[in-house]
Nanobody, 122 residues
Framework: VQLQASGGGLVQAGGSLRLSCAAS????????MGWFRQAPGKEREFVSL????????YYVDSVKGRFTISKDNAKNTLYLQMNSLKPEDTAVYYC????????????????WGQGTLVTVSS
């Protein structure tokens, strides 16, 4: 499985961006697709995840109500709609796939995209 993230950029606080993650290879209904982010000087942190088949979602508290994870099964593409962006959302955002895990531990994800930079100015 290969993952290609895109959609990052520079946006003012309060603005919106939509990230995309195109997946090539076999994605199963049980696969969990996640978004993580890593700010400068900080550890990688979990943002959100979705079960590929059922569409069940989960978010970290800091993005609830502002970010929405979604998918297009036909296009094998994962999305992260980010609204009401804050400077503290500035980070490199990564998409990832887990085939035997549901959760926020990045160590248990099997495949990773290359990351896309989101910069939110104040």
């Amino acid at each position: 499985v290969q993952l290609q993230a895109s959609g990052g950029g520079l946006v003012q606080a309060g603005g919106s961006l939509r990230l995309s993650c195109a997946a090539s290879g076999r994605i199963f209904s049980s696969t969990v697709m996640g978004w993580f982010r890593q700010a400068p000087g900080k550890e990688r942190e979990f943002v959100s995840l979705i079960r590929w088949g059922a569409g069940t979602t989960y978010y970290v508290d800091s993005v609830k109500g502002r970010f929405t994870i979604s998918k297009d099964n036909a296009k094998n593409t994962l999305y992260l709609q980010m609204n009401s962006l804050k400077p503290e959302d500035t980070a490199v955002y990564y998409c990832a796939a887990a085939f035997r895990y549901w959760g926020s531990d990045s160590r248990l994800y099997d495949y990773w995209g290359q990351g896309t930079l989101v910069t939110v100015s104040s």
